[in-house]
């Protein structure tokens, strides 16, 4: 036993040429014992308990003393599995992953049938991924078909269910996203770290290890992360400015967020009433006496998960899961509408049903039980003719929509199943038909303006360029186009308005800010209005309506939909202002901020 076996990154650097032969002595024992790839400066500890069939390690990646590896691991460059982790079943790591001390990469599963015991049943492996420049704390537990996105860092003590997106910083049990590393961290006092972090641990590295591997990697994470129960989530960047704009106009920023933080308390303490006056003892329905759907129950899900965190108190998370997955058709891999016959297809309800179900499973920890077929089976030709035959000049929500579908198709069957499809079929035509004039995709008409074009040029980039984290093309001229259709007294006064035109023209202002800053003051003006408006909708006990004005009808009724839909456009609202952190609340399934997959 020696000093490396559990500091392996200052081998290299302090090794003597005894110590060098009998680590190349051990790795020659090692591949002849399963099949093993590594270069020359590598660690791997004798102490280690190394029982792979495969084993792949990068440059100046090390192995401590008493990991467990089994099955298939991959190590990209400059990883690290630190003392007593463990790695088994498929596990592949990109570069630069700290993994650390006593965390488990569990990429393997047991059944749990009930008609034999569990260590008879069968063995399954999804397999766990691990993105580049991720940092994992100690005793954190990975389970089976997780991937971590780069740039992550997931807290000590975290049990990581579902997959954790690019630059998300998580902790918890479940791992929970507490803010994006990208932004700063919330302002608080600096605690004292002096108990952590032991003046000269830093200086027995040599620089080059150091920039690398700092003992506190494996233990120590950023306050905001390490403490799990801190609700803090920071927003994307522009944080200064947009904050400043949310004052202008409408009383200072504090007290907008105040009236915010009002907001969330009181939904947050009414939620389970509002869930509960729309469960009719067998089903979700939208509001009282309407028909029960599939989009009532994946509302519900939605709403337990911003404001309750977690699923519905009603039924068991089970149950949800198992109707909602019993719902899927196995040949189309669509999920119908409660009561129709016959084959679904890509449109209507079944089409929005590829979202809303969906990202309700995630929610749930879940999935499709099959791919989305109906997507998958859309060759090159096929999906292009489709794309040509939509009505693009008088029904580009339409059009959208459907773009919106296959797009969340196709990530569904890549994230889920590992099938392909055609995306960049998808982009080249999206890409080589958008309007340098405008931004978008459609014209608009006398009678509407630019209602179907914005609307759905909503629906097409949340499921295309929002949600596999892809720029926008021309996103000024967008902007231009949004404000546009924001000034349409058809469409937006003070007795008109509903969560569908909201929605479309926020997500896109929200959206292009990510790329440009182009008449920003102008969308935070209009963002301070509807927002200030919307916060007012919401009606004790029963949540929103879709509608923005109240009375009678479905559409000024309070419900489910409304409800899920403007705690989203709030959300957005706030987080375009730079105030949505008052909130404390974040979307996650279908309206969530971050991609849900990030193409290479």
Known sequence: MSEFDFCPWLFWAHATEEDRQAQADHVAGLRGLMELEAPEKVFISPLAAVYADRLTLGERSYIAAHVYVTDDVVMGDDCTLNPYSVARGRVVLGNAVRVGAHTSLLGFNHGAAPDRPVFRQAITSKGIRIGDDVWIGS?????DGVTIGDHAVVGAGAVVTKDVPAWAMVAGNPARLIRDRRTPRPTAPAPDTADRHTPDAADRHTPDAADRHTPGADAVLPDDVASSGQAAVTRAAGHGAAKEAAGHGAGKGGDLERLLAEFADRARDQAEAVLRRCWTGERYVDRPDAEPTVRAWCDAVEIADLLLGGPPPIPARDEIVGFLQDRQDAATGLVPELGDTGTPALDGAAAYHVLCVGYALDLLGARFRHPVHAVAGLGSQDLIAAL???????????AGSW??????????NLADFGLRGEIETLYGWLLT????AHGMWGEPDADAGWLQVVNGFYRLTRGTFA??????????RAVDTVLAQARDPRHFGPDTGNACNVLDVVHPLWLAGKQT???REEGAAWARELLIRAVGGWQD?????????RGSGATRTPGLQGTEMWLAIIWLLADHLGVSDALTYRPRGIHRPEPAIQLR
């Open 541 to 549: 006990g029963a949540g929103f309506s879709f509608a923005l004005t």
């Open 403 to 412: 773009v919106d579908t296959v797009g969340t198709g196709l990530y569904r």
């Open 388 to 398: 040509d035959a939509l009505d693009w000049k008088r029904k580009a929500w339409t």
């Open 139 to 143: 005793n954190v537990v990975v389970l």
């Open 467 to 476: 949600q596999f984290g892809v720029p926008l093309p021309y996103p000024e």
């Open 433 to 436: 038909r958008c309007s340098q």
């Open 517 to 519: 800053r182009h008449r």
